[in-house]
């Protein structure tokens, strides 16, 4: 048990398709997840953040055939590659405590396990589908369920699906899950039960399609080969087998499950509110505590993307204004409920007024002042209040229990607005007390003092609770503060500064920005790329007879060595499988465009009647095929299936 442990607290965020870099909306959640798990463990819970990723699914294998990789390769690129979604987290200062990726054996394992034990109590049965399939989202969906035909949750095209399938008898549970809904607050806000029992529940629920057969990435039905687990499936269970369901990776099942509360987004609220509860029914496994449905950051009206520019790479933003600058963003300026508007102008004003004028400005003038009247200590012995103290002290004393009124809510915007109703009440104690006037007196010492120790005081309370949000910056007030205890209890408590304790004075936390300037200069940066300037097409070459043509030896080859030729800047020496016994050997003047490793075990076309001929004094029979094109060149590689010696016809 950790010290004064309150007991546990299981949060999770869903997990990432990795099928495109993330983008800043992605960060929404996994930011306000980290705060509610940083708060929480500040309250002194034992607590568990889980993240990972959703790594099966058509989308995927569609993704990696595009780009040549195999699936797995693509997404461990995506997942763990540079900029990537792990590199993001590091960057977020996301404080996980499990990674979780699909992929993992014993997540597979898992899934094939629990998939049959729902085959044997008889909740999954093998059935006919016939309906819509919406790609992009991996949803099927009934003819009565489409918005004018398209798909409800992203407006795409759906497309006509018949096949032998699996189903989860979903329509069992519909009575048991509305209820759930209806008269619990399993599912919050509340205004997204009604979007699911309108929507969902009472038009009838189906049963469901859980298994496919048109493409193979994705966890192996074993008891039935050519099937694999509907992605959804396979990705709920991720909440409960990254505690070690069904699997002996991790041992925390009965520690942590049920969850505290899942943080989703408000498309997916449909699966965890309504078919996670019902899976998890036919189980007989105990709910999650609750669901909540948090909303889009939207880029104009619209939702986010990549494509609409970098101004929503994460990677940029947090270079340009700091990661603790775009967490309290996020936070600050949406509730978290509802959808929000996502604006660079508005990032902008929101780190000039909260962070730089505000909190920066009260923590830069207190320490400043602190120093400037009495070096680095104020004195031991202060002076009682005066009675003009009275509001801000309640203010500050009274802080905590507020702010933990709209934590418990997840109404994060609300919290920090009651730390910063405390921060501009200091600002206004600063212009109220006026100290550089007390200063001039030296009777007015001693209340001078005390001045700066209420604010200091106020500076060290809103700092703890502001720790959730913005823990570096929290770090470094502690340390301007001398090391100020920012506990939990402490928090609750006037007067627990040292007054004794050395401050540290700094640079400012949060420079203010140049509005214009910093708007014209992320215009700059989004402009998409000029389109490059293609090099003219080369001159046509004389027409030729087929039979001219077809003298042309084109061998399928395999390369076996690939190496450097000494002393020459071109050369690259390639001994290749041509299908025959004996190696062939080639010199290509390639040495420019590749390096030799990346090219060994590649499938490439050769001339291989071409006669042999002597380059820097070794023999090349042969020449293989590229494309050129200006100044790039590309050799002519092809899929590995086909075997070295086939003939190109
Ligand atoms: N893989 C599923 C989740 C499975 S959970 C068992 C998935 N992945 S996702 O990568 O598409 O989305 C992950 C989360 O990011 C979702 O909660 C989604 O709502 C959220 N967001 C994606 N774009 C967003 C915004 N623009 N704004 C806020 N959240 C957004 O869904």
Redesign the pocket.
């Known amino acids: 048990m950790c010290n004064a442990c309150k007991g546990k607290y299981y949060i999770t965020t869903?997990?990432?398709?990795p099928s495109a870099k993330l983008h800043i909306?992605?960060s929404?959640?996994t930011v306000a997840t980290d705060t509610m798990a940083r708060y929480k463990r500040l309250q002194g819970y034992d607590v568990m953040f889980l993240t990972g990723t959703?790594e099966h699914g058509q989308k995927i294998e569609d993704k990696a055939k595009g780009a040549g990789v195999t699936p797995q390769q693509f997404v461990d690129d995506i997942v763990l590659g540079e900029g990537g979604v792990k590199d993001l987290w590091k960057l977020m200062n996301i404080s996980y405590d499990r990674f979780i990726r699909t992929t993992d054996d014993y997540h597979v394992a898992a899934i094939q396990k629990i998939f049959k034990k729902m085959y044997e109590n008889g909740d999954i049965y093998k059935g006919t589908y016939k309906g819509k399939y919406c790609k992009p989202c991996e949803s099927f969906w009934t003819e009565s369920q489409l918005k004018d035909g398209k798909c409800p949750d992203c407006g795409g095209e759906v497309q006509d699906a018949e096949e032998e399938a699996y189903f989860f008898r979903l329509s069992k549970y519909a009575s048991r899950v509305r209820d759930l809904l209806v008269n619990t607050d399993f599912l919050e806000p509340r205004s997204r039960v009604n979007e699911m029992v309108n929507n969902f529940i009472d038009p009838g629920l189906e049963d469901l399609c859980v298994s496919r057969t048109s493409f193979s990435w994705g966890v192996p039905v074993d008891f039935d080969p050519g099937h694999v687990v509907y992605v959804w499936i396979d990705?709920?269970f991720?909440y409960m087998t990254a505690l070690g369901f069904e699997n002996d990776k991790y041992d925390d099942l009965e520690k942590f499950w049920p969850a505290d509360v899942h943080f989703?987004?408000?498309?997916?609220v449909r699966f965890h509110s309504i078919i996670w509860p019902a899976m998890l029914m036919s189980l007989n496994l105990p709910l999650p505590k609750k669901v909540y449905g948090h909303g889009?950051?939207?880029l104009d009206g619209g939702?986010?993307s990549k494509s609409k520019g970098n101004v929503v790479d994460p990677y940029l933003l947090a270079q340009r204004f700091g990661v603790d600058a775009l967490r309290f963003f996020l936070l600050r300026s949406f509730p978290f409920g509802s959808d929000g508007n996502f604006s660079n102008e508005l990032l902008i004003s929101t780190i000039n007024t909260d962070l730089a004028n505000d909190l920066g400005n009260l923590v830069s003038r207190t320490v400043a002042m602190a120093q400037k009247y009495f070096g680095e200590h104020l004195p031991a012995q202060q002076q009682a209040d005066e009675e003009k103290d009275a509001e801000l002290i309640a203010m500050v004393s009274g802080l905590r229990g507020k702010y933990e009124e709209q934590m418990e809510k997840y109404a994060f915007q609300n919290a920090l607005a009651e730390v910063f109703k405390v921060i501009s009440r200091a600002n206004k104690y600063i212009d109220e007390n006026a100290p550089w006037v007390l200063a001039k007196s030296e009777e007015q010492r001693p209340r001078l003092a005390r001045v700066l120790y209420n604010l200091l005081e106020t500076v060290r309370i809103c700092g703890g609770l502001l720790s959730p949000f913005m823990p570096d910056t929290a770090g470094e007030i502690g340390k301007r503060l001398g090391g100020a205890p920012m506990d939990w209890d402490s928090l609750a408590q006037w007067g627990l500064l040292n007054p004794e304790a050395a401050t540290v004075t700094g640079a400012p936390l949060f420079p203010r920005i140049d509005m214009e300037k910093e708007l014209a200069a992320l215009e700059e940066i989004s402009k998409p790329a000029p389109a490059p300037v293609e090099d003219p097409l080369p001159e046509p070459k004389e027409e030729i007879a087929f039979d001219t043509f077809e003298k042309v030896e084109m061998t399928v080859v395999k390369v076996l060595t690939c190496e450097k030729v000494k002393k020459s800047d071109k050369l690259l020496k390639f001994t290749l499988n041509d299908g025959t016994d004996t190696p062939r050997q080639i010199l290509s003047g390639i040495a420019k465009y590749y390096q030799p490793e990346e090219l060994l075990g590649k499938t490439l076309v050769a001339v291989t009647n071409l006669a042999p001929r002597k380059m820097m004094g070794q023999m090349s029979c042969g020449m293989l095929l590229s494309a050129e094109r200006g100044d790039k060149l590309n050799l002519v590689i092809l899929d590995d299936k086909i075997p070295a010696g086939s003939r190109l016809v």
């Open positions: 869903p997990i990432y398709y909306g992605h929404y959640c959703d990705a709920l991720n989703v987004g408000k498309e997916i889009w950051l939207l939702k986010m």
